[in-house]
């Protein structure tokens, strides 16, 4: 809470405190080592894009454009957007740098902040950071698995509890196409049992309305008819395949005939990680194929696959605050002589590779040890008068003189 006249952060956003960055930089670790193993490479792009990449890539029916980008004018009157997502951007730098030129596919991943206006609550933030993986210029089944694994491999590693994963189809744009003609058809003839919101999407997003929270909306949407059953050949022998796949690394998944995703751009395979944790928010991660984007941003006809996984919903479910980092040593010193030496020591520990600390506060030695033990360190070193040092192992609580010139080497031991 802030003091009186003090300034908070804005609403919806949230302060990573230093066990919290702790816990994302673990996660964000333990995602670059799956994805590196997986031959995947890191990628940047820019927290503003053009408002219009969104507006073209996402869709501009779609919650994200019509209602929860930032979006702003700069000094030279361009309409630009704090990015909400990481994919169209990707994508965007995918056709600006000629990537397609490299050997297919190229996979890649990120991780940073995103930003969205949300109503905030537990989960949901309007800055919020996400990790993701796309890979780009494959129609493979064996990529949409690869991906979906990556994912599944990161919440069991991590230890995430509760966790089931939903699987489903979008089939191709053209049979969606047909199928939205006949959804529209089915919710006009319920439209007095939907919300008003549900009502207003008709004819924008109606498969939107299996997203509803509404019961009146959820009746009538048990009823309706569902893409699943819909799916061309083509486009069901690839969910098939994409399932085999799955049974073969050990992924356990449900099929979900109402699974849809919020950006326009997804086509055949959609999935969703949620736990039960979680709440309302209970999505932890998700994607699905998006083989139209690349070429909806100017580049060629391009199959692409991936998914992003939010970090603080990560964090929630693992609940478990991480435990104080150890340091290597703590210098202790009183005497202002002392403190010059001890100065001196910490900056050769730390060349050698130790963390060491020493103290900034003008404690007294007692004190000081309070602080050793405050930041778990492993090894506490009191520095005497007489060029000597005490050599403290803070666990056992054997301590031993010798002299500060082999502080260092007794160290390494």
């Not at 820019?46 to 702003?72: C, H, N, Q, S, W």
């Not at 494959?138 to 694994?149: K, V, W």
Request: overall charge negative.
């Amino acid at each position: 809470m802030a003091t009186q006249g003090g300034i908070e952060a804005p609403k919806g956003t949230a302060d990573w405190l230093p066990r919290q960055v702790a816990t994302r930089a673990a996660i964000i670790a333990e995602a670059a080592a799956i994805f590196e193993r997986a031959g995947y490479e890191q990628i940047e792009t820019p927290v503003f894009e053009a408002a219009e990449l969104f507006k073209r890539g996402v869709g501009e029916a779609t919650d994200i454009v019509e209602k929860e980008m930032f979006t702003f004018e700069d000094l030279g009157g361009r309409h630009m957007t704090l990015r909400p997502e990481g994919t169209a951007a990707i994508c965007r730098a995918y056709v600006q740098h000629g990537m397609h030129k490299l050997p297919q596919p190229v996979r890649l991943w990120y991780a940073g902040p995103f930003f969205r206006y949300e109503a905030p609550q537990a989960g949901r933030y309007r800055q919020f950071s996400q990790i993701g993986a796309e890979a780009i210029g494959t129609e493979s089944p064996l990529a949409d698995a690869e991906s979906i694994s990556m994912l599944d491999t990161l919440l069991r590693e991590l230890g995430v509890p509760g966790v089931e994963l939903g699987l489903g189809s979008l089939g191709s744009p053209e049979t969606r196409a047909t199928y939205r003609i006949e959804l529209q058809e089915y919710l006009r003839a319920h439209a007095g049992e939907l919300s008003e919101e549900v009502k207003r999407r008709i004819e924008t997003n109606p498969l939107r309305a299996f997203d509803a929270k509404d019961p009146g909306t959820n009746a009538v949407m048990e009823e309706a008819p569902k893409l699943l059953d819909r799916l061309s050949e083509s486009d069901a022998a690839h969910l098939a395949e994409v399932e085999k796949l799955l049974g073969a690394l050990g992924v356990d998944y449900r099929i979900d005939p109402t699974l849809v995703r919020g950006l326009d751009y997804y086509s055949q395979t959609v999935f969703a990680f949620t736990c039960d944790r979680l709440g309302a928010q209970s999505e932890i991660g998700g994607g699905g194929r998006y083989d139209g984007l690349v070429a909806e941003l100017g580049g060629p006809p391009t199959p692409a696959v991936g998914w992003a996984a939010g970090l603080e919903r990560i964090a929630i479910a693992l609940e478990e605050e991480p435990a104080a980092p150890e340091r290597d040593v703590f210098v202790a010193a009183v005497e202002p002589a002392q403190r010059v030496r001890a100065a001196a020591l910490v900056d050769e520990l730390r060349r050698k590779g130790l963390s060491a600390e020493l103290d900034l506060a003008g404690r007294s030695v007692k004190g000081q040890l309070k602080q050793a033990n405050r930041i778990n360190a492993r090894h506490t070193v009191i520095l005497d008068e007489d060029g000597t040092a005490q050599l403290k192992e803070m666990t056992s609580g054997e301590q031993r003189q010798v002299a500060t010139a082999d502080v260092l080497d007794e160290l390494l031991k």
